[in-house]
């Protein structure tokens, strides 16, 4: 594996990270007042729905990056972006609604900045069926490219229509004591570490699933 | 017949999903040439055709028409000037013959649309079912068809993938007349295809593209159809064109 | 100018070659009525009134049915190798995709009144005075449904099975249309409808980015 030496280094950090992460969360965190300890969730859910934002703008970079110049690797790192990317908005909408079924006694409400998780996910899920069945196809990375372009100048467009739409409040903002900020932090950390050794790992197997379908070819 | 190239490459390579496709290949189209290209599938000729074409980017190299460099605008007169023959008719099966041709005809800014399209149908013989939708033609009448309707713009170059495919004989020596009347009119002709016997006596040059590189290429005179098949077996070790 | 008159050309090629193939307008439309009748089935036309709640229900119609007609427009064009002819044509790339995006618009527009006319007929849904701010209204809608449906058409032409992604990857990004189409059109039926209102220029806004990334997109999608 190429980029084995960062890969073990992102993976341990992103462990060690975590590992703190949740030890602050579950230990040095205050409980909440009005929620309760469900409240805790948010050290993990904000993070990921700031990493998603983070990965899908590469996403989008890295697709310009290939239309512009037809490199592969830009096509490798923008689908594992976009991947990568994906599996954290997954944890958003775990992650929200059990944090949120405490609140509204119910799994799901249909509020502004849910929502449009949930859009996007329904997105990136379409960018995935097309990776699917275009498989084989010379042009599919070009055309994932596209796809992920618009996708992406979507994204706003679609957080203010919702926003308009929906007007259930979603917990605004919750004040923090220092003891929760650091475990924020961490938390932000842990989540943006993790996120990056996912980003390697997924980059490097895309990499050499592309050169074993190359070798095969010519064999 | 000399003369300087009016479509060419130089140091053409090409990617495809990371494999190279093509390398390092040059070929020069001069006008009243007619220039044959040979090689086993997968060679590249398909790739080659297209950047030729500018349906696709040069990976590395240069695509030169006129003697200068393509840009987009360059791009854009080729196209003006390009006529491509495939096995596909490139019609439109719900418009009537002369609706397909006045509309391609418009489409490349030719003048006076209506009197060259008359022109053109009338050559091809098929003047009397101007006005019968082509989905109803026969594959003979549609390939004719197919012909008039590459000739509307007058292409000063011309590119034929595989054309003498499904030709009966008669069809075939009336292609094979058609590119040596445009030879005669110094116009530049690539014919990619796997049938030598028509086309080899008209033929000025022999390219042979093999893994993506030009693996032989010389002169067509003095070359016999069991010559070349030599040559091609040589080059690419496979058994070569019928 | 060239490009205008390239783009005539074009749209005049299509809308004679649709008015003479037929099946893929007639199936269109066939499809959006039998949609409507099988609303009407679900939800008992008799205890819902649709005038509160059709609004969004008809956009939801006019997205399957025109998403059907779109999905093959790019595609129609494989069939003997037309596209090729295109794109090896001087044509400019740009004109190709606005000629058919201004089909598809055409298209959808008569789609929609068709719609309207049937659910008067079956379900009484009337318009009467809102009818100028409704036709506004829509119209400013499918203008962007046309420009995405249009790019994503001809990014999936060649793609196996482009028939069945292409709604499935179109929809998701259509979430605001099809919010703003519901909100407008209930508030173009009722009293006081103000032309500066927020959701319509979120929906120009729309048509205005979409349709230019899309004319910018379109040379990707169709090249090698």
Known sequence: MPHRRWSILLWSLALAANSAALYMVFLYAPVEVQMGAVQKIFYYHVPSAIACYVLLFLAFLFSALYLWREEPLYDHLAHSAAEVGWVFITLVLVTGPIWGHSAWGKWWVWEPRLTSFLILWLTYSAYFLLRLFSRGDARAAKIAAVVAIVAFFDVPIVHKAISWWGSIVHPRKVVLEPAMRWTFFAGLASVFLLAAALFLTRFDIQRAEALRAEKEEWA | MSGDPLLSVSGLSKRLSGRAVLREVNLNLLPGQLTLLLGPNGAGKTTLTRILTTLSRPGRGVLTFRGSRTTESTRVRLRAELGYISHQTFLYAHLTAEENLLFFARLYGVPDPASRAAALLEEVGLAGVKDRVVGTFSRGMQQRLSLARVLLPDPSLLILDEPYAGLDPEGSRRLTGLMASLKARHRALLLVTHEMEDCLPIADRVVILHRGAVAWEGPAEGLTVEGLKARYFETTGEGGPS | ?224
């Open chain 3, 1 to 224: 100018m060239r490009f205008i008159k390239v783009v005539a050309v074009l749209f005049l090629k299509d809308f004679r070659e649709e008015l003479r193939r037929k099946e893929d307008v007639a199936a269109s439309f066939l499809f959006a009525l039998l949609s409507l009748v099988l609303f009407a089935f679900a939800l008992d036309p008799t205890r819902v009134d649709l005038n509160e709640t059709g609004s969004g229900l008809l956009w939801l119609v006019v997205l399957f049915a025109g998403s059907l007609f779109m999905s093959g427009s790019f595609r129609k064009e494989t069939e003997n190798g037309t596209l090729y002819a295109l794109l090896l044509s001087p044509c400019d790339r740009g004109a190709l995709y606005v000629g058919k995006f201004l089909l598809n618009f055409l298209f959808l527009l008569a789609l929609e009144a068709l719609l309207l006319l049937f659910a008067y007929l079956l379900l009484d849904f009337r318009v009467s005075d809102g009818l100028p701010a409704l036709g506004a209204v829509w119209a400013l809608v499918t203008f962007g449904y046309a420009a995405v449906g249009t790019l994503f058409s001809a990014l999936l032409a060649q793609v196996r099975g482009g028939h069945v992604i292409f709604p499935i990857l179109l929809f998701p990004i259509l979430v605001p249309l099809v919010i703003a189409a519901a909100t407008l059109t209930e508030q173009a039926l009722s009293p006081g409808f103000s032309w500066g209102n927020q959701w319509l220029r979120l929906v120009g806004l729309f048509d205005i980015l979409f349709f230019t990334a899309s004319v910018f997109l379109f040379e990707f999608a169709v090249e090698e």
